[in-house]
């Protein structure tokens, strides 16, 4: 099992930038895929980015695209998430996730350790 922390999380106003970083703990985070994932009030857990273990393929929701940056850093057992060009519409709580396999999958059902979450608040 891995711990994850988020943290990076603020309030910004509409077209400013965020870096969200997740730190992990446990020896098993370089090989799996790691996710980040948002949730706003009264909505669903829906899919931002996601990363292979090796940092080698990207996968972003189209709604991200262009915008949104991820990375990791297994060295230091962290991924990250650049934010840049925020709306309105990227505030929610913002959770990083560990993957089931090595695979940059959008589906959340493919992660089995999550963080705890942090707060993004854009203002328009």
């Known amino acids: 099992q891995v711990q994850l922390v988020e943290s990076g999380g603020g309030l910004v106003q509409a077209g400013g930038s965020l870096r969200l970083s997740c730190a992990a703990s446990g020896r098993s985070f370089s090989a799996f895929a790691m996710g980040w994932f948002r949730q706003a009030p009264g909505k669903e857990r829906e899919f931002v980015a996601a990363i292979s273990w090796s940092g080698g393929n990207t996968n972003y929701d189209g709604s991200v695209k262009g915008r949104f940056t991820i990375s990791r850093d297994n060295a230091k057992n962290t991924v990250y998430l650049q934010m840049n060009s925020l709306k309105p519409e990227d505030t929610a709580v913002y959770y990083c996730?560990?993957?089931?396999?090595?695979?940059?999958?959008?589906?959340?059902?493919?992660?089995?350790?999550w963080g705890q979450g942090t707060q993004v608040t854009v203002s328009s």
């Open positions: 996730a560990r993957g089931r396999s090595t695979v940059p999958s959008p589906d959340r059902y493919q992660y089995g350790d």
